[in-house]
């Protein structure tokens, strides 16, 4: 059984940096044949994909956020992490790390991704 768990500061200041971490067990991130993606859902609107990174540590990201999010690995601690810089109240959600057997991009359905964490509120307020 796979279980992932968002971890991170729950209220970021505008104009700072997002940092979210997704610790992940029941698989190696280097060798799970897993696909670990990032998903927000803001207030009032439906989900939004932000990107992805593969076991090879590939990664693909949403063209609207790309220019402000990076996802990374740490292998050693079987994590993914989450930056998104220069945050707006725009940006507040609660954020969610998925884990996917193939590669999806663009999508955030819930039925596409085999396991999810559960979710965690950022609020950016200043």
């Known amino acids: 059984q796979v279980q992932l768990q968002e971890s991170g500061p729950g209220l970021v200041k505008p104009s700072q940096t997002l940092s979210l971490t997704c610790t992940v067990s029941g698989a190696s991130i280097p060798t799970g044949w897993y696909y670990w993606a990032w998903i927000r859902q803001p207030p009032g609107k439906g989900p939004e994909w932000m990107g992805v990174?593969?076991?090879?540590?590939?990664?693909y990201y949403s063209p609207a956020l790309k220019i402000r999010t990076s996802i990374a690995r740490d292998t050693s601690k079987n994590q993914f992490t989450l930056q998104l810089l220069s945050v707006t109240p725009e940006d507040t959600a609660v954020y969610y790390c998925?884990?996917?057997?193939?590669?999806?991009?663009?999508?955030?359905?819930?039925?596409?991704?085999?396991?999810w964490g559960q979710g965690m509120q950022v609020t950016v307020s200043s």
């Open positions: 998925a884990a996917s057997k193939r590669l999806i991009l663009g999508a955030a359905a819930e039925h596409l991704y085999d396991y």
């Open positions: 990174i593969s076991s090879s540590g590939s990664t």
